[in-house]
């Protein structure tokens, strides 16, 4: 009699992990399919190639996803071999670059592509970098493109445009709030001192 209701007990205690797996497994799925959609690899990849084949958090929230979703996605695609994470010891950042086989498969693409400060409308002068530096010196060693806009009276497109040049020259390193504000974080700590 004993030995049948331990049997029973655990056909239903299976039964009902089975089932949480089962509900685990296909929500998670669910999830993975409406990220997707949302942004779909092409789009990342597109994203990548416009920044030197290099895909970052901030990149994909500047695009519309929270920072989890961003996160999620680049693990995505990472599992599905589109892009590989490696570390840079020099900034302590992970960072996500193209597989070698899709930046050949993926020309450089025109969509999206940003202007640089010479062609942006608007533009009565070019932000030089020492004025940056010395902006975000004045600033703590952030800036956002908003803070820059203002601080120097250039349009906040030639402001994003240049903070994200100086990041590429490893100049600046980003950072991203809670609440997903992009900030730039000057790296040579010893200018603040």
Known sequence: MLALLLIFLGIIVTGLLGGGLYWSVTSYQGRVRALAEK????????????NGGEVTLPLLIQHGLTA??????LWQMQANGLIQQSYDWATWQSRYVLQGKIRKNYPQSSVGRRAST?????S???????????L?????????????????????????????ELYRKEI??????ETGTLTYVLLDRDLLG
């Not at 601080?151 to 994200?164: C, I, N, R, T, Y």
Request: hydrophobic fraction near 45%; glycine fraction near 6%; charged fraction near 30%.
């Open 68 to 73: 989890g979703e961003a996160q999620s996605r």
């Open 118 to 122: 010479s062609q942006i409308p608007g």
């Open 124 to 134: 009565a002068r070019k932000l030089t970098d020492a004025e940056v530096i010395q």
């Open 172 to 177: 600046f390193t980003m950072d991203v709030s």
């Open 136 to 164: 975000a010196i004045r600033s703590g060693g952030k800036l956002t493109p908003a803070a820059l806009c203002v601080k120097a009276e250039v349009p906040v497109d030639e402001a994003k445009a240049k903070l994200e």
């Open 39 to 50: 942004m779909p690899d092409a789009t990342v990849v597109e994203l990548a190639m416009e």
